[in-house]
């Protein structure tokens, strides 16, 4: 009972008997572990929010084997993946993005350096072994994934070391030899995984033989086969082929001569190659795209889909972009190309709803070439898949890449809407997971539908204004064909540069909740817990005020329907 004095100030612990949580009638507060923006917008499956946090408190290693809990070539995928983490990072609505491919690759080169262990142990003898066609990024990290989830995985690569695409079209500018090597050496070293190379599929090895020998088979043979292409059925007689075109160079470091050079398309192959043939001396080089190049009022999804610093690097180069634009005839001297005309592309709304790129009458112009180089992307070679191409692509029916038959699974570029390195990490993982709940007779994992945490869930006020890390890199003039352009970020910018995670979505253990209550319905209890579990609310004294929710900085606290 509240007993109240003749001053009417309640006598100490009368307050507790005035439950003001009945006061409360629409919201309540709830701690709701939400995903990052970065986590959800990364293909290969990272917790970059979770691996900044142990980056946080100086521990690179616990850092590390966080990451490559979910992605075993951090050293590679900090040089060439584009990144979209930090297009989704949240930091960016306060100053920039965390530099997060930065800090990947130096969690990557710290490991090689350290030779830091994997995370895995051996699978025992008598594990199942799972097939894999490939040895690229896909097939690789599907063998990571086996192991760890106590498999055996077996790869059979066509050609005579791993690395597909990484090692045959990615120019060592951007990923160096040593550092690929490295990476690939440590990760074919763990035990349960055997590569077997100069293995093509349809030739040395049957894809009904291997559905006999192996609990599971997992696709990830890449796209080897450039497609079609003409313009009006023209053909100039000298075609080269981007990939190809690429790979030639890769290994003999030669191009056709050629003056002036128009390449059409506009992924990462087509700037790689654009600039290779700019530092092999050709006078001027042309990338006509469909695609715009960003900038603030540039559609965000009509943009060239390349790594953005390898963009910004081309044009400081001097590559020549013609956006929004297409080839619409060939100029030919006899069967040789003497030229180009272009037009200018732009959208309109069609019968069946959707946007589709027309040519925009009036905007033909010629320009002057004498080589003009298809990239509009790759086919999957049908040799060997009794049947599962269906078109260009194997078409998978699920995030998981399951086929028509139940025990194969495409990873990677072959599935046809894939077409970088972190989706195809990300796809051997999750066919990795699906071979291993077929094994076990268990049904496929939920997949994780939380909620995305976005920039006007946090309260920015809790967060120093910081400038993202400037990273060297080689002046124009001293780029050649073996120098990695970009440099380290280095040990101290790296550990600063992990401050600026804002933990959207995590609690933070501020206290700031427990503090600020003005019922104090919020009780801290004695075990330190990083997940928030250590704050309680007492929802007999909760008015469903809010306060608690708008000071978390991190968005952790959320207000969510009374329940009556």
């Keep these: 009972m509240a007993v109240l004095t003749r001053g009417a100030f309640a006598e100490p612990g009368t307050s507790l008997d005035f439950k003001t949580g009945n006061w409360r009638s629409t919201e309540r507060p709830a701690h709701i572990h939400a995903k990052a923006p970065c986590h959800a917008a990364c293909p290969a499956g990272e917790d970059q929010q979770a691996w900044l946090a142990k980056l946080q408190e100086g521990d690179a290693k616990a850092a590390w084997l966080e990451l490559v809990a979910a992605n075993p070539l951090p050293a590679v995928t900090g040089r060439v993946c584009p990144h979209p983490c930090e297009g989704a990072c949240n930091r960016g609505a306060i100053d920039q993005p965390i530099a997060i491919h930065n800090l990947e690759r ?6 090689i350096s350290h030779n830091w262990e994997y995370p895995v142990s051996a699978p025992a003898d008598d594990a199942p072994t799972i097939a894999i066609i490939g040895a690229g990024p896909g097939g690789l990290s599907a063998a990571y994934h086996c192991i760890r989830l106590g498999l055996k995985a077996e790869i059979f690569e066509s050609g005579p070391e791993a690395g597909g ?12 030899r040593p550092v690929l090597d490295a990476e690939l050496d440590r990760l074919l070293a763990l035990p349960g995984i055997k590569l077997n190379t100069r293995m093509r599929l349809g030739r040395e090895v049957a894809l009904d033989e291997l559905r006999r020998s192996y609990k599971a088979i997992l696709l990830a043979p890449g796209c080897q086969l450039g497609k079609p292409w003409d313009v009006a059925g023209a053909v100039p007689a000298d075609f080269h082929e981007g990939l190809h075109l690429l790979r030639d160079f890769m290994d003999h470091g030669k191009f056709p001569e050629a003056e002036t050079v128009i390449v059409h398309g506009g992924g990462n192959t087509a700037i790689d190659l654009c600039r290779l043939l700019k530092r092999s001396g050709v006078k001027t080089v042309k990338l006509i795209s469909a695609s715009g190049l960003p900038g603030p009022d540039a559609d965000p999804t009509d943009v060239i889909n390349v790594v953005p610093r390898e963009l910004e690097e081309a044009l400081e180069e001097g590559i020549e972009v013609v956006e929004h634009a297409t080839i619409n005839r060939l100029v030919m001297h006899g069967s040789r190309v003497t030229g180009v005309e272009i037009v200018t592309l732009k959208k309109e709304r069609g019968a069946d709803g959707r946007m589709h790129r027309t040519s925009f009458f009036g905007t033909e112009r010629i320009v002057e070439a004498d080589m003009v180089v298809p990239c509009i992307g790759e086919k999957v070679d049908p040799d060997g898949l009794n049947g599962l191409v269906d078109g260009n692509y194997l078409y998978p029916n699920d ?16 599935r046809g809407d894939r077409g970088t390195v972190a989706e195809a990490i990300g796809d051997g993982r999750m ?28 309260n920015p006020v809790y967060f120093a204004p910081g400038a993202r890390p400037n990273v060297p890199k080689l002046p124009v003039e001293d780029r050649d064909f073996a120098t990695e352009i970009e440099g380290d970020v280095g040990r101290s910018a790296a550990l600063a540069e992990a401050q600026r995670c804002m933990s959207c979505g995590n609690c933070l253990a501020c206290d700031n909740c427990w503090t600020l209550c003005p019922d104090n319905a919020v009780i801290k209890v004695a075990e330190l817990a990083s997940d928030g579990s250590h704050y309680v609310f007492d929802f007999d004294y909760c008015k469903g005020c809010g306060l608690c929710a708008h000071e978390c900085p991190t968005g952790y606290i959320q207000m969510v329907p009374e329940v009556h």
């Design 399 to 414: 995030r998981f890449g399951t086929l028509g038959m139940e025990d194969v699974f495409a990873i990677g570029d072959a």
């Design 165 to 176: 695409l990484l090692r045959s079209a990615i120019p060592s500018t951007r990923l160096p």
């Design 431 to 458: 066919a990795a997971v699906a071979a291993a709940a077929l094994v076990a007779g268990e049904s496929l994992p939920a997949s994780d539908d939380r909620a995305q945490l976005d920039a006007p869930g946090l």
């Design 106 to 111: 130096w969690l990557g080169d710290e490991a």
